[in-house]
């Protein structure tokens, strides 16, 4: 067997290996450097200055992940020179839900060397693709918009057929999404009338994807109207038991048509109807693990309408460790045992337990954004309460780790900031 990475100390407990390559990426090898002192291998396309000259972060470029039989030899390489003589545990994360489907795909030639903390392919597809996922909140009485699945093929007329303009457009498989090029593509498209859906779904058909467009009517509202929860689940033997729901309200998100919808800046909170409801889908399909719901507050019925379900923690979850809930130990206590973590998430000082799950106990704001921008931007209800934290230092940013000492990372941090100031001058904020 291979020696050990060098860059990886031998006495280092366990090794978080991480696909993927963006903020999120860099948030959960922060978690785990901050939790445990140790550092992850991350495994991006190419580098960036996210996740470059990083404190908690080897960095193992392997190019394009595509050809997923490369990608997973790849990975049984890398575990073979990390594990060493000790066989030290390896947690396999991904950072996109293409990564976590590939991870799920490939469980069986990757589960002899990694702990896969995710659940079972057939559990994830019933969340992950949204057309099952809004069937499953059709079946339980989730509050969602009203959908429609369009496949290539179908009559655009007869799927739309009863629903109201603007609709928006996204893919039921973000995985397959990643794959399909065209003029004009987004991630969510916003479509006025009916021209612009057959235009859109013309290209579309034209790139090869086909594994399902959503389309739903648009609920009106602004970033601000935006909410998301976070939960843990653990599988005891009597089956899937919801532990934790971390709730937030966006403030703000980012607009540039390759990152839309991204939440920006998240004012940490509880919901009581959000956190059951959530947690009532997991336990339907047994899931284990962290999942991320999307939604959107109605303020035609009062109503906080469900999205999707994300199979992972979101790109933006560093909200949940800014809060005092760091699920990186989550993960080690569930997945690796508590002889490397005793966390119980319910005995934490940062929860309160409300229906036998614990929530997040106080306000915090979690922000990327420099503060003098995102000050620019708090004229709304949530934005108020982003500005009080904001006066009180309750806010948090997860590329400002006092650990790193790299000069190259203070340096990423200034042209990070003068990056957002300029994306946010050419694509404002949603205000309705």
Same mark, same amino acid.
């Given at each position: 067997?291979?020696?050990?990475?060098?860059?990886?100390?031998?006495?280092?407990?366990?090794?978080?290996?991480?696909?993927?390559?963006?903020?999120?990426?860099?948030?959960?090898?922060?978690?785990?450097?901050?939790?445990?002192?140790?550092?992850?291998?991350?495994?991006?396309?190419?580098?960036?200055?996210?996740?470059?000259?990083?404190?908690?972060?080897?960095?193992?470029?392997?190019?394009?992940?595509?050809?997923?039989?490369?990608?997973?030899?790849?990975?049984?390489?890398?575990?073979?020179?990390?594990?060493?003589?000790?066989?030290?545990?390896?947690?396999?994360?991904?950072?996109?839900?293409?990564?976590?489907?590939?991870?799920?795909?490939?469980?069986?030639?990757?589960?002899?060397?990694?702990?896969?903390?995710?659940?079972?392919?057939?559990?994830?597809?019933?969340?992950?693709?949204?057309?099952?996922?809004?069937?499953?909140?059709?079946?339980?009485?989730?509050?969602?918009?009203?959908?429609?699945?369009?496949?290539?093929?179908?009559?655009?007329?007869?799927?739309?057929?009863?629903?109201?303009?603007?609709?928006?457009?996204?893919?039921?498989?973000?995985?397959?999404?990643?794959?399909?090029?065209?003029?004009?593509?987004?991630?969510?498209?916003?479509?006025?009338?009916?021209?612009?859906?057959?235009?859109?779904?013309?290209?579309?058909?034209?790139?090869?994807?086909?594994?399902?467009?959503?389309?739903?009517?648009?609920?009106?509202?602004?970033?601000?109207?935006?909410?998301?929860?976070?939960?843990?689940?653990?599988?005891?033997?009597?089956?899937?038991?919801?532990?934790?729901?971390?709730?937030?309200?966006?403030?703000?998100?980012?607009?540039?048509?390759?990152?839309?919808?991204?939440? *920006?800046?998240? =004012?940490?909170?509880?919901?009581?109807? #959000?956190?059951?409801? +959530?947690?009532?889908? $997991? /336990? !339907?399909?047994?899931?284990?693990?962290?999942?991320?719901?999307?939604?959107?507050?109605?303020?035609?019925?009062?109503?906080?309408?469900?999205?999707?379900?994300?199979?992972?923690?979101?790109?933006?979850?560093?909200?949940?460790?800014?809060?005092?809930?760091?699920?990186?130990?989550?993960?080690?206590?569930?997945?690796?045992?508590?002889?490397?973590? *005793?966390?119980? =998430?319910?005995?934490?000082?940062?929860? #309160?337990?409300?229906? +036998?799950?614990?929530? $997040? /106990? !106080?306000?915090?704001?979690?922000?990327?954004?420099?503060?003098?921008?995102?000050?620019?931007?708090?004229?709304?209800?949530?934005?108020?309460?982003?500005?009080?934290?904001?006066?009180?230092?309750?806010?948090?940013?997860?590329?400002?780790?006092?650990?790193?000492?790299?000069?190259?990372?203070?340096?990423?941090?200034?042209?990070?900031?003068?990056?957002?100031?300029?994306?946010?001058?050419?694509?404002?904020?949603?205000?309705?």
């Amino acid at each position: 067997m291979a020696n050990p990475s060098p860059s990886i100390d031998p006495a280092q407990p366990f090794v978080p290996v991480i696909l993927g390559g963006d903020i999120g990426t860099y948030t959960l090898a922060r978690e785990f450097h901050e939790a445990y002192g140790v550092r992850s291998v991350v495994m991006p396309a190419a580098g960036n200055g996210v996740i470059e000259h990083s404190v908690a972060i080897e960095l193992r470029p392997i190019g394009s992940m595509a050809d997923e039989a490369r990608v997973v030899q790849a990975l049984r390489e890398l575990a073979e020179e990390l594990a060493g003589e000790g066989e030290r545990p390896l947690l396999l994360f991904g950072s996109l839900d293409y990564h976590v489907m590939l991870i799920a795909r490939h469980r069986e030639a990757l589960s002899a060397q990694y702990v896969i903390p995710y659940p079972e392919l057939e559990v994830i597809e019933q969340a992950a693709l949204k057309e099952n996922f809004y069937a499953l909140a059709e079946r339980l009485g989730v509050p969602h918009p009203r959908t429609r699945v369009y496949r290539p093929g179908n009559a655009v007329a007869t799927v739309v057929e009863g629903l109201n303009f603007p609709l928006i457009g996204k893919p039921s498989s973000s995985g397959d999404w990643i794959a399909a090029k065209f003029a004009g593509k987004q991630k969510i498209h916003t479509l006025k009338d009916f021209q612009q859906l057959t235009d859109l779904l013309s290209r579309i058909d034209a790139s090869g994807y086909d594994s399902g467009y959503i389309l739903q009517e648009y609920i009106p509202g602004g970033d601000d109207a935006m909410r998301l929860c976070t939960y843990f689940a653990t599988e005891p033997d009597s089956g899937t038991e919801v532990v934790f729901a971390g709730y937030g309200e966006v403030v703000i998100e980012e607009h540039a048509p390759l990152v839309l919808g991204n939440s *920006a800046a998240i =004012v940490t909170g509880r919901h009581r109807e #959000v956190a059951e409801a +959530g947690a009532r889908m $997991l /336990r !339907e399909i047994g899931w284990h693990g962290v999942a991320m719901i999307d939604a959107k507050y109605d303020h035609r019925d009062g109503q906080v309408k469900f999205f999707e379900i994300n199979p992972r923690l979101g790109r933006n979850h560093f909200y949940l460790t800014a809060a005092g809930i760091n699920p990186a130990r989550f993960y080690v206590n569930e997945f690796l045992g508590p002889q490397y973590d *005793a966390f119980d =998430v319910r005995r934490q000082p940062a929860v #309160v337990l409300q229906d +036998g799950m614990a929530q $997040l /106990r !106080e306000e915090h704001l979690f922000t990327v954004l420099p503060h003098a921008l995102l000050r620019r931007y708090l004229d709304t209800p949530t934005g108020r309460k982003a500005a009080a934290l904001l006066k009180a230092g309750k806010v948090s940013n997860p590329l400002k780790y006092r650990a790193e000492k790299n000069p190259r990372r203070k340096l990423y941090l200034l042209l990070n900031a003068v990056n957002h100031v300029r994306k946010y001058r050419k694509f404002p904020p949603r205000t309705a």
